[in-house]
């Protein structure tokens, strides 16, 4: 008799383990599927057919609403400190293994602005034999993170990089299904400001992207935690604007 209710005891604490199982698995399913955009502030930037100058009254000591420190699990931040290069306002970017997203949220439609613009100069590149080309290459010391909807709803995201050894200017680096357009890069490169600017219109056709975009998310990218790197670099005048305005 105490064998047969060990044993009944015994299923029953399995049943009630595997129930809890089952119940963590489908909670953690129903979070992946539902959690929130960790871009969605609430305060969307709007430009109203005016130019947007993206870091103008960036305070990166207390970011104001609509900004957004996108920080991932176990690696350490992108330090990311405004400043001023001689007169000129500059956004510093520096890491030490480390990888995070500083970005705006916002609600522009690509029609209206099409044109981005910026400069940005690279201090200490990133130094390293891994292949850039894969995902564990994939570090750069400055990047443009931009996330697009349509009217559908659909999403699509992309980067514009500063190339480490491998790109040129006009390349398009893929990993999987993403991305990344190559505007600038190289050693020779390194410690000089160049002044770069985009079509959002192509840009957006190029990576596949259908329908009218709106631009949701605009943001500063900088990472070197796949190569256990360092980096460094400033950015200035990242700025959106009608066709032939500058």
């Not at 609509?66 to 176990?74: A, E, I, P, S």
């Not at 940005?120 to 891994?130: A, F, G, L, N």
Request: glycine letters at 10%; proline letters at 4%; hydrophobic letters at 35%.
């Amino acid at each position: 008799m105490a064998s047969k209710a060990y044993a009944g005891k015994k299923g029953l604490i399995m049943k009630k383990l595997l129930l809890g199982l089952a119940i963590i698995l489908v909670g953690g399913a129903a979070y992946w599927t539902t959690r929130p955009d960790p871009f969605e502030t609430g305060a969307p930037l709007l430009a109203n057919g005016k130019a947007v100058h993206l870091l103008d009254g960036l305070d990166t000591d207390t970011l104001s609403a609509g900004w957004v420190h996108r920080t991932f699990f176990r690696i350490p931040p992108t330090d990311y400190r405004m400043t001023k290069e001689g007169e000129t306002p500059v956004l510093r970017c520096t890491t030490d293994k480390g990888a995070s997203i500083l970005a705006r949220d916002m609600r522009i439609a690509v029609s209206d602005l099409p044109m981005l613009s910026w400069r940005w100069k690279v201090t200490q590149p990133i130094e390293s034999d891994v292949d850039e080309a894969t995902e564990d290459g994939d570090d750069h010391p400055l990047r443009l993170y931009l996330r697009f909807a349509n009217e559908a709803g659909e999403t699509r995201g992309t980067e514009i990089i500063w190339s480490n050894r491998k790109y040129a200017p006009g390349d398009y680096k893929i990993i999987g299904s993403f991305y990344h357009y190559v505007a600038n890069g190289l050693n020779a490169n390194v410690g000089q400001w160049h002044e770069q600017s985009v079509d959002l219109r192509q840009l957006y056709s190029d990576i596949g992207g259908t329908g009218t975009p709106t631009l949701t998310v605009l943001g500063v990218f900088c990472d070197s935690d796949n190569t256990a790197g360092k980096s460094d670099g400033v950015f200035s005048d990242i700025t959106l604007s009608a066709a032939g305005e500058s």
